[in-house]
């Protein structure tokens, strides 16, 4: 079946001087990024959300693709935002958070922001995924719940915020997890290079990544002194679950600091 065109298209509102780049995750969409965005543009801050190569299409297509594909369209994203933007910010789910890491370490962004980046994948057998390249192409991804709900509290009005829907890939390259796998190891080895500011955050709950990773990622940037926040209610899909009204205001309040703190060394 075909995905809507809005879930899989790349967004991009103009706002202020001040460019928020948001990427989604491995075998994703900017449909993950898309609430996200539009809450941010309220604030004023100016939004891109980038489509990856190989995504929002089909496994097929995201098999001819790879991470320095993947790297190039964040590298890409960051000078679209510098067109218009005083200053970019990387903020990235999952992979995408991998991606904003890696910007950091290019020192091409001001600061980045990391939901359930990945150094450590929760499932094992991802790790070992190239033992199997000789004998299958593609790996079922396992089924999750829904990945918004909307709680009603006794005191809630009728009027509910809709469904947020969500494009993904149900089957994952081979070939592209391998790369996930490399990309991953790339980027640790370079994270002690990063010297922009950072918040890193980590849900509990999450079931693909490891939540070990945002120690690993706050051990090996500690130059920075990021800042950590866990999530105990939400699964992977950080900027879709329980707590995604709570996580966009921590990423604004994140880049007003960032803005504030740059006015105030150049007064």
């Keep these: 079946m075909e995905p809507q065109r809005r879930l899989v298209e790349p967004f991009y509102f103009l706002g202020n001087r001040v460019g928020c ?4 995750g491995f075998s994703g969409s900017p449909s993950e990024m898309r609430l996200m965005g539009e809450r941010l543009t309220k604030f004023g801050w100016s939004v891109l959300g980038v489509k990856l190569s190989g995504h929002g299409t089909s496994p ?3 098999a001819k693709t790879n991470w320095e594909d993947w790297a190039k369209d964040a590298e890409v994203g960051v ?14 789910l999952s992979m995408g958070g991998l991606l904003a890491l890696h910007l950091g370490t290019l020192g091409i962004i001001d600061g980045l922001i990391t939901m359930n980046a990945p150094m450590i994948l929760a499932d094992r057998r991802t790790r070992f995924v190239r033992f199997v390249r000789p004998f299958m192409t593609y790996v079922e991804k396992p089924k ?19 469904k947020a829907e969500r494009f993904v890939y149900e089957r994952i390259p081979v070939d592209a997890l391998i790369s996930l796998n490399r990309g991953i190891r790339q980027v640790r080895s370079k994270l002690h290079t990063i010297k922009c500011p950072a918040l890193l955050m ?5 079931l693909t990544v490891n939540p070990i990773s945002v120690e690993i990622i706050r051990k090996k940037i500690q130059q920075v002194n990021p800042g950590v926040i866990y999530w105990e209610k939400s699964g992977h899909i950080l900027t879709l679950g329980q707590e995604r009204d709570e996580v966009v205001l921590k990423v604004h309040e994140f880049i007003q600091r960032f803005v504030e703190k740059k006015e105030s060394q150049q007064s």
């Design 21 to 24: 780049l948001l990427i989604h």
């Design 60 to 62: 097929e297509e995201m």
């Design 79 to 92: 000078r679209k935002l510098r067109e218009s933007c005083d200053i970019v910010i990387g903020i990235g």
């Design 144 to 162: 999750s719940k829904p990945v918004a709900t909307v709680a009603k509290s006794k005191t809630a009005s009728s009027v509910t915020e809709p």
């Design 202 to 206: 980590q849900s509990t709950r999450d």
